[in-house]
């Protein structure tokens, strides 16, 4: 039987990539009680890696796209850390936006907003949360962006 959320992403149109292998020593995620980090994710999309500088050529909405992506890897990533179960999930507690960009780039919340507005469209108000957007002079292997998580589940 597909769950609540499963439909939900149906609706959206939005198929879950498989959950990303780490690319160091740590682990994808872990789970403490009933909250689980989810270790960050880069912004790997369907065409492989998004990889740019905000504030050097990379736009506004690639930006933001990026983040999008790297949101679509937390969630799977979280589909894991449930047993498959997305309604398991009662609350998106906190992400960490981390960009790629120049230190003249201001607009650090315009482009975490890509994963944060879809943790919204996914989860509704489960998906409302705290959040931090921070600028870097480079992320692992050059992405735009990389995003980390915080959720509560059942």
Do not use: W
């Not at 050097?56 to 933001?64: F, K, L, M, S, W």
């Not at 047993?83 to 315009?110: I, M, S, W, Y």
Request: charged letters at 15%.
């Amino acid at each position: 039987m597909t769950g609540t959320i499963d439909a939900r992403l149906a609706e959206l149109g939005i198929t879950l990539p498989e959950a990303p292998m780490p690319a160091a020593n740590y682990v994808p995620f872990v789970q403490t009680g009933n909250l689980v980090f989810i270790s960050g994710q880069v912004a790997n999309g369907p065409g492989g890696l998004m990889v740019g500088k905000l504030g050097a050529g990379y736009g506004i909405e690639d930006g933001q796209a990026a983040a999008r992506a790297c949101g679509l890897n937390l969630i799977a990533q979280l589909k894991a850390a449930c047993g498959g179960d997305l309604d398991r999930v009662t609350r998106v507690v906190k992400l960490n936006g981390f960009v790629n960009c120049t230190q003249e780039f201001a607009d650090h919340p315009k482009i975490v907003n890509g994963a944060s507005d879809l943790m919204v469209e996914v989860f509704g108000d489960k998906g409302r949360h705290a959040r931090a957007a921070v600028g870097s002079s480079s992320l692992p292997f050059g992405v735009a962006v990389e995003v980390e998580g915080v959720f509560e589940i059942a």
